[in-house]
């Protein structure tokens, strides 16, 4: 058995992702990998052309990448670049009953529901599930056990990638996680645990909680720049790393 390992994917693909703060996002993942005797690693170089597939799509290829450098592994948690562990964090690998784990997806529910209702009718033959159990794919955690269904959702965009982009492209949805989350919802619900918000803190600004203050710091372990963060996301990385870790 191998260590845990926290994945990021840090790919630089223009000047709005160089200008992020991503680094400071990785020092805090790299504190936190150390605490909790964990590895980190970094995938900085594309997978494949931007126009068939964006990087948001290589989550779904982490464990193949960990088995192609030799990586012996017993858990995963995957992480969006745009987020800070509190350095007070606990080891997310001990509550996860061996599940795939995520967090609900909190925010604009118009935009949820816009996912669910548009890919369901033009993409998985009217299947729904509830939009409760609709996840943020920014925070994961998965083990060796969810090879068989990563490799079925690479199989899915393989064969379904034209009619993925026609619906990104036209319909304001998501990108990779609406898709995610009808697969695991309609093929391993069974192997699905929602961790608390704690865990992955969305949306901060719509839910007042992100100023100043930094108020965002008092009641959470993972914060997540997204859902158009103002000024910026990396202002905030910056800000909250340093405010925790300096």
Same mark, same amino acid.
């Given at each position: ?41 970094? @995938?900085?170089?594309?997978? &494949?052309? /931007?126009? #068939?597939? *964006? ?6 290829? +982490? ?58 009718? @033009?993409?998985?033959?009217? &299947?729904? /599930?509830? #939009?409760? *159990? ?6 994961? +955690? ?105």
């Amino acid at each position: 058995m191998g260590k845990n390992i926290i994945f990021i994917i840090n790919i630089v693909k223009d000047e709005r992702s160089k200008n992020q703060g991503y680094d400071y996002s990785l020092k805090s993942w790299k504190h936190y990998s150390k605490k909790i005797g964990a590895d980190l690693f970094i @995938l900085d170089e594309p997978l &494949f052309d /931007f126009s #068939y597939m *964006k990087p948001q799509w290589y989550k779904m290829y +982490v464990l193949d990448i960990l088995e192609s450098n030799g990586v012996e592994y017993d858990q995963v948690l995957y992480v969006d670049a745009d987020t800070v562990v509190h350095p007070n964090a606990p080891n997310i690998f001990e509550i996860t009953n061996n599940k795939f784990c995520a967090v609900r997806a909190f925010g604009c529910m118009d935009w949820i529901c816009r996912s669910i209702e548009n890919y369901s009718k @033009l993409l998985f033959e009217n &299947f729904q /599930f509830p #939009y409760h *159990k609709y996840f943020n794919s920014g925070v994961m +955690v998965f083990n060796k056990n969810h090879q068989s269904f990563f490799n079925s959702v690479q199989e899915f965009y393989h064969e379904h990638h034209t009619i993925i982009h026609h619906i990104q492209d036209n319909y304001c949805v998501g990108n990779d996680q609406p898709v995610l989350n009808f697969l695991i919802n309609r093929d391993i619900p069974e192997d699905y645990k929602i961790l608390d918000y704690e865990w992955n803190m969305q949306d901060m600004m719509r839910f007042e909680v992100l100023g100043e203050d930094m108020l965002h710091t008092e009641y959470g372990y993972i914060s997540h720049y997204n859902a158009g963060v103002k000024p910026t996301p990396g202002y905030w990385i910056e800000k909250t790393y340093k405010h925790l870790y300096l």
